[in-house]
């Protein structure tokens, strides 16, 4: 399968990939998808007092186009609040990443940890 | 040295260029039909294609007459099944096969059970290779017809033919083997090793593809039902003008594989193994599936825990190997030949196949190792599964969403 150039310039230069310590009150942490199923991302969010997102790291074990992904949201959510990063749908993430049919679900996967990462944020407040 | 480097002899090869020399008169000026017996374009057509048949059968220790030209090893394995299923049918319904066979013997085997024969698809041990006393215990007294592969197409290892012929031999069953991946490669007696169908691909051993051959035993005769029909041509089984090109590469590059299999086999065995140590020396967490010692030499199937298979691939770009991932396939299922040796669907993800040739080089085998030595290391740093295992997480232990 040939590859859309923005999903091999996120694969050959991933955005913020690291980690924050998930103990922290500040970190929340997403983690979706499932090894037998061929990907697991691990999004991470680091929150201002302000409610702003001003950090995000990511971990993706999966395909180029779910390492895209995750590399692209964590661009997409820095500097936004947490109203604003729960807006991002997976059909934009496909949408700017070019995503064929078999790969949509690499997109549902990146929203999903959005929304975990902001979940387990908010329990820890 | 030239990029991108073709690890990938599994799937193909390109034709041998002596092979190509010797097939391109038969394109042009010798483009006879060597059905044609009335002219002497039909009689010099008609004699190339006896010398590829010899060429052939030599290469299996057969008879020219029991050679049957086809198109491929996946039009061999219909006309073997099928063709044995149908003539015998009042004889017995059963079939046995191996759950890690190529699609063109599952496939076939599936659409007889539709018309209602019984198959039984027996699992494999973890290393790939049939357990005997397994196929005794599976043999009825319905069973005509065991097919089982020489050497498998994923993970290379190669299954006791003789043992298998044997056994057949005793039971009076027939036996066919899939050795599309074999022939070329393994010494192959037929009759030593008790086969009585075996099914060739051109193109897996630096030949032309779409062209191919069924081995047809004439003592004690195997009969068969065709499953195409025309002109009679190959002993009414298997009608259609010969392609005379193809078949003279195909026998070409047979003479070829006998005159120089050990050699072959010797260095391409020499840089598997160099390139397994190399691979294994820089890296740990790896799992080599399917058996180390009976196996193709020029077959490595290695998976990368934590690191997906398709994403891998992508970080070689210019290495061109296959990957038993799912996403690599339409299907989103790993690999059924992996599962089929109990690897999980985690591991499945994480495999790569290497296939080395007769044209792979040390220089080659070099620059893979290190190629994906540095690309599993980056994609581990990048992978959440590395990091908990890392914190001593054990992955298996945790509820994952299935998606």
């Known amino acids: 399968m040939a590859y859309n150039d923005k999903v091999l310039d996120h694969y050959e230069n991933p955005r913020n990939v690291g980690s924050f310590d998930k103990g922290d009150s500040n970190v929340g942490t997403g983690m979706v998808g499932a090894p037998a199923c061929g990907d697991v ?34 661009e997409w959510i820095k500097g936004k609040s947490l109203d604003e990063a729960l807006e991002i749908k997976n059909s934009e993430i496909a949408e700017e990443l070019a995503l064929p049919p078999v790969k949509i679900h690499c997109s549902v996967l990146a929203e999903d940890a959005i929304k975990q990462a902001i979940s387990d944020y908010k329990k820890k407040q | 040295m030239k990029l991108p480097i073709y690890m990938d002899n599994q799937a193909t090869t390109p034709v041998d260029p002596r092979v190509l020399d010797i097939m391109l008169p038969w394109f042009t000026e010798k483009f006879g039909n060597p059905a044609s017996s009335s002219h002497s374009f039909g009689w010099e057509a008609d004699t190339a294609v006896k010398k590829a048949r010899q060429q052939v059968a030599d290469l299996i220790g057969a008879d020219a007459k029991e050679i049957v030209f086809t198109s491929g090893a996946t039009e061999s394995n219909n006309i073997a099944i099928q063709g044995i299923a149908r003539f015998h049918q009042e004889r017995g319904n059963h079939i046995i ?99 009585d169908l075996l099914s060739i691909s051109g193109h897996k051993f630096y030949g032309p593809k779409g062209v191919g051959a069924l081995y047809v035993r004439r003592r004690p005769r195997v009969r068969l039902k065709a499953i195409m029909f025309g002109g009679g041509h190959e002993r009414g089984i298997r009608s259609g003008t010969l392609p005379t090109p193809l078949l003279v590469g195909l026998g070409a590059a047979a003479e070829l594989a006998g005159q120089e299999m050990d050699s072959d086999n010797k260095r391409i065995f020499a840089l598997r193994e160099r390139m397994r140590l190399g691979i294994m020396e820089q890296l740990t967490h790896l799992e080599l599936n399917g058996d180390l010692e009976q196996r193709l030499a020029g077959n490595l199937n290695i998976s990368f825990s934590y690191v997906e298979g398709e ?49 792979s080089t040390e220089e080659e085998v070099d620059f893979v190792i290190k190629t994906i030595v540095k690309a599993v290391n980056n994609l581990r740093e990048m992978s959440p599964l590395w990091e908990m295992a890392q914190e001593g997480i054990n992955i298996d232990e945790i509820e994952w969403e299935a998606h």
């Open chain 2, 97 to 195: 096969t191996l759950v890690s066979e190529h699609k063109a013997v599952l496939d076939t085997c599936r659409h007889l059970e539709s018309e209602g024969f019984d198959v039984t698809y027996l699992p494999v041990q973890s290393n790939g290779l049939v357990d005997m006393q397994q196929l005794a215990d599976a043999i009825t007294d319905k069973t005509v017809l065991i097919s089982i592969m020489a050497a498998n197409n994923e993970i290379g290892v190669i299954q006791p033919l003789a043992e298998i012929g044997a056994l057949c031999r005793e039971r009076k069953i027939y036996f066919h083997t899939d050795a599309a991946q074999a022939v070329g490669k393994l010494p192959i007696d037929v009759n030593a090793m008790k086969i």
């Open chain 2, 311 to 359: 994403s891998l691939m992508m970080a070689i770009k210019d290495v061109a190997v296959s990957s038993g991932s799912a996403c690599t396939s339409a299907s989103l299922e790993p690999s059924y030949v992996l599962r089929s040796l109990g690897v999980n669907e985690e591991m499945a993800h994480t495999s790569i196949r290497f296939g080395l040739g007769r044209f």
């Open chain 1, 41 to 74: 991302m691990k999004l991470q969010i680091k929150v201002g007092d302000d409610g702003v997102i001003n950090d995000a790291k990511f971990k993706t074990f999966g395909c180029g186009s779910a390492i895209a992904s995750s590399s692209l949201v964590t």
